[in-house]
């Protein structure tokens, strides 16, 4: 029986207008204009969070270099999520769910910025833990997100969580945490390309009741 949700928040609960190619193909050029990254890295393999990971590991990056680097995704996070409306279906979910289950958000956004946008669309109320990417040491994914959720809960078994994300990194830090993973909306092709196992797909927030 599942008695803890994990939830991705952009286009999962939120539909955000984050512009995440651009995000993206911005993030590669910094890191090739300072030398940290080639040019010709595959960008479709790689989301924002993946070419930021490979940076870090390139161990090129100084500090000072990283912060102005977080600062790219950060900009488009805060104008992307300004009026960002909930996802068809989200409140009725998480009324439905407040008493029953456990529910946490893991999120690659800032802490900020994430924390502004769930209380403009009041339901940050309904989660016991929001895990930032400067809440962990790695982000999605990496599965250091998920098992600080799990820390923070002791008295639930790992199995008796359940995730939901709409990107194949979502699904891959789950799984990387032994959590069970559902597949919001999510494109398949990514999923089977990168490996990536659900126990299901749904299109609609009120079809994860199927799985509880």
């Given at each position: 029986?599942?008695?803890?949700?994990?939830?991705?928040?952009?286009?999962?609960?939120?539909?955000?207008?984050?512009?995440?190619?651009?995000?993206?193909?911005?993030?590669?050029?910094?890191?090739?204009?300072?030398?940290?990254?080639?040019?010709?890295?595959?960008?479709?393999?790689?989301?924002?969070?993946?070419?930021?990971?490979?940076?870090?590991?390139?161990?090129?990056?100084?500090?000072?270099?990283?912060?102005?680097?977080?600062?790219?995704?950060?900009?488009?996070?805060?104008?992307?999520?300004?009026?960002?409306?909930?996802?068809?279906?989200?409140?009725?979910?998480?009324?439905?769910?407040?008493?029953?289950?456990?529910?946490?958000?893991?999120?690659?956004?800032?802490?900020?910025?994430?924390?502004?946008?769930?209380?403009?669309?009041?339901?940050?109320?309904?989660?016991?833990?929001?895990?930032?990417?400067?809440?962990?040491?790695?982000i999605k994914p990496a599965p250091d997100g998920f098992l600080h959720v799990l820390r923070r809960a002791?008295?639930?078994?790992?199995?008796?969580?359940?995730?939901?994300?709409?990107?194949?990194?979502?699904?891959?830090?789950?799984?990387?945490?032994?959590?069970?993973?559902?597949?919001?909306?999510?494109d398949r092709a990514g999923l089977e390309r990168h490996g990536v196992a659900s126990i299901g797909a749904?299109?609609?927030?009120?079809?994860?009741?199927?799985?509880?």
């Amino acid at each position: 029986m599942v008695k803890g949700i994990i939830f991705d928040m952009d286009n999962t609960l939120l539909r955000s207008t984050i512009d995440f190619a651009s995000m993206k193909r911005d993030t590669h050029r910094f890191l090739v204009s300072h030398g940290v990254l080639e040019e010709s890295v595959e960008l479709q393999a790689h989301t924002t969070s993946t070419l930021i990971e490979t940076a870090v590991q390139s161990g090129r990056m100084t500090d000072e270099l990283l912060d102005k680097l977080w600062a790219i995704p950060k900009r488009y996070e805060v104008a992307g999520m300004q009026d960002a409306d909930l996802e068809p279906g989200a409140r009725e979910l998480l009324a439905d769910l407040e008493g029953r289950c456990r529910l946490a958000i893991v999120t690659n956004n800032a802490v900020e910025a994430a924390e502004e946008a769930l209380r403009t669309n009041r339901i940050r109320s309904h989660f016991d833990c929001l895990v930032g990417r400067e809440t962990t040491g790695a982000i999605k994914p990496a599965p250091d997100g998920f098992l600080h959720v799990l820390r923070r809960a002791p008295q639930l078994r790992t199995e008796e969580w359940l995730s939901v994300g709409d990107a194949w990194i979502d699904g891959l830090a789950s799984s990387r945490a032994g959590i069970a993973f559902v597949a919001y909306q999510c494109d398949r092709a990514g999923l089977e390309r990168h490996g990536v196992a659900s126990i299901g797909a749904i299109e609609h927030l009120q079809e994860l009741k199927h799985y509880l």
